[in-house]
């Protein structure tokens, strides 16, 4: 599947499609433990540089 156009347009952005059951607008309620794991991880990794130019 595709990443959703912006994702690439954003430096250090990334992109998390939830497919199969749960997966609706309340994904964060639905299927907490995987959307925390994904949040937590974007948020441990080091920042992306700063954009420039």
Known sequence: MAV???AER???ATSK???GPGSSHA???E???EFL???LAF????PAPAATG
């Open 4 to 6: 959703p156009q912006g």
């Open 27 to 29: 994904v964060g309620l």
């Open 17 to 19: 499609i939830f497919t």
């Open 10 to 12: 954003i430096p250090g």
């Open 37 to 39: 794991a994904e949040v």
């Open 43 to 46: 948020f441990a990794a080091p």
């Open 31 to 33: 299927r907490t433990e």
